[in-house]
């Protein structure tokens, strides 16, 4: 059994979105063979060290009060003239880094875990210890840079890119390994980050995909609302909010066209962000327990232009017996097969197409369903995923001694 640090930019509990589900389903995993110390973020108000979730599995949990990137804060605009990125130099925190410190000099940890970019940065108080970097993503930087079209968002987002690159590339290098969550993210950072980082011979980059636990879904009752379409996703993160935007403008007139009585109903907090008017569109706003809303739906909605990893809204649709429409982008990164897990299109009048024959069709619903079922169960369930993550760790603190 090893002492393992655990560093989260995102407390945990409640799992109420993708990053949270990730991390609370990787500290089960750890939890089960190894003593874990959390360290986490209060990303949320009622951020509380002892609920029992989280004591039950962490033989010691922090908490710091989070700050978040304000790019007009004196910081930031200094931030123009560093090679690091602005985000990094602005939400720094000297209380988290003081923590750390405290914690590891009060304990001795025979591994360290950085969840994310933002943990990563505070490896120079690591004190030596090995350390994994878990979760690397550039995607959605890199995709804003490639699919610029002016010269103005191109320089603009360049600039990000470039520093976030050879910020990247540095900071990696001091970690025994790196994990990802899908592999188009591994190819980019192969391809595109390179540097020192992934010229080390030794350092690794390991594919650990998301995972739910299939479990916790089978007791969510909720009777499917006819022609009712589901869409859950903080606008906080603008991947989620353009492909809303996308979708109804140009997918949902297509929709009602075929199927004029569908409904749209939109979770998730929109963060200030305003959705052009649709006919039938709902938006809810946070809700405590999303699983309720995506079971009581005929369709869960997946139409991302951009980001990478794996989408944990498809996961969990797919745990509750909700069909899914996605785009190749949304679908990115799991292995499952277009037609026979989900229905994919990428161009409005095809995903509109799609929709309707999903929603006209009950035997292809209860088909796509079953097999999706049986997908996520047998490679996205945490006990299926964990694993893989023991075993790495294992392996950087043997080769560490």
């Not at 550039?138 to 976030?164: C, D, N, P, S």
């Not at 970690?175 to 595109?192: I, K, N």
């Not at 990164?333 to 929709?355: K, M, R, S, T, Y």
């Amino acid at each position: 059994m090893m002492r393992i640090l655990f560093l989260s930019m995102w407390f945990p509990f409640p799992a109420n979105n993708g990053s949270k589900l990730r991390i609370y389903n990787l500290l089960r995993g750890l939890a089960a063979q190894h003593e874990v110390t959390l360290i986490s973020f209060a990303d949320q108000p009622d951020a509380d060290p002892d609920v029992p979730e989280l004591r039950q599995i962490c033989r010691e949990v922090r908490v710091v009060p989070t700050s978040w990137f304000d790019p007009h804060s004196l910081r930031a605009k200094l931030g123009f003239f560093s090679l690091k990125p602005r985000s990094v130099i602005d939400t720094f925190s000297p209380q988290m880094a003081e923590a750390i410190t405290e914690t590891l000099t009060a304990v001795p940890h025979d591994l360290i875990i950085a969840s994310q970019t933002r943990m990563a940065g505070y490896q120079p108080y690591f004190g030596g210890a090995p350390a994994l970097f878990e979760e690397v993503e550039m995607g959605v930087i890199y995709e804003e840079y490639a699919q610029a079209a002016t010269f103005k968002q191109r320089l603009r987002y360049g600039l990000t890119w470039a520093k976030h690159r050879h910020y990247m590339a540095g900071l990696m290098a001091k970690f025994a390994a790196v994990t990802v969550a899908s592999e188009p993210e591994r190819e980019l950072l192969r391809r595109r980050v390179g540097g020192k980082g992934l010229g080390s011979p030794w350092l690794r980059v390991e594919l650990l995909p998301n995972c739910i636990d299939v479990a916790a879904y089978a007791d969510v009752a909720a009777a499917p609302q006819p022609d009712t379409l589901i869409y859950t996703g903080s606008f906080s993160f603008a991947p989620n909010y353009e492909a809303m935007k996308w979708f109804i403008l140009q997918v949902w007139p297509l929709v009602l066209a075929q199927v004029p009585q569908a409904r749209l109903v939109i979770t998730g907090n929109q963060a200030g962000r305003q959705l052009p008017p649709g006919k039938h569109v709902q938006h809810v706003g946070f809700v405590d327990d999303v699983r309720t809303y995506v079971a009581g739906s005929w369709v869960s909605l997946a139409p991302l232009q951009t980001g990478g990893g794996t989408r944990l809204k498809i996961l969990e649709a797919m745990a509750l017996h909700t069909p899914v429409v996605a785009t190749s982008k949304g679908a990115q990164g799991l292995d499952a097969q277009p037609g026979e897990h989900f229905l994919q299109a990428d161009e409005p009048q095809a995903f509109a197409d799609e929709v309707a024959r999903l929603l006209q069709d009950a035997d292809l619903r209860r088909t796509l369903t079953e097999k999706a079922y049986e997908l996520v169960w047998r490679m996205y369930d945490y006990t299926a995923v964990t694993p893989k993550l023991l075993h790495l760790i294992d392996e950087i603190a043997h080769a560490h001694h």
